[in-house]
């Protein structure tokens, strides 16, 4: 089995930058892609960012390209989240998730943390 662990979720102001981590253990593989995806009370799950085994490939949504950079550390098995200019729009519960890269869906989620931005 796999476990997500996020953290570094938080309060910021307006324009403020925060950093989320997510830390993998279990049965994962460098191959495993690693995805951050969020949702805002009463709205549906968004996709926020993805990264290959190598973080050579990357995508974000476009609500967060140029603010928010997706990296990992295979080393530390921990996936990050670098979030600049942070606007309100950005509150939501941020969930990181892993999908093995011969799978076509994301299949461990990790239980969230809270992004809380105040203007």
């Known amino acids: 089995q796999v476990h997500l662990v996020e953290s570094g979720g938080g309060y910021v102001q307006v324009g403020g930058s925060l950093r989320l981590s997510c830390a993998a253990s279990?049965?994962?593989?460098?191959?495993?892609?690693m995805g951050w995806f969020r949702q805002a009370p009463g709205k549906d799950r968004e996709f926020v960012a993805i990264?290959?085994?190598?973080?050579?490939?990357?995508r974000y949504g476009d609500s967060v390209r140029g603010r928010f950079t997706i990296s990992r550390d295979n080393a530390k098995n921990t996936t990050y989240l670098q979030m600049n200019s942070l606007i309100p729009e950005d509150t939501a519960t941020y969930y990181c998730?892993?999908?093995?890269?011969?799978?076509?869906?994301?299949?461990?989620w990790g239980r969230g943390t809270q992004v809380t931005v105040s203007s």
């Open positions: 990264t290959d085994g190598t973080a050579e490939i990357t």
């Open positions: 998730a892993l999908r093995r890269a011969w799978a076509s869906e994301f299949d461990y």
């Open positions: 279990g049965r994962i593989s460098r191959t495993d892609y």
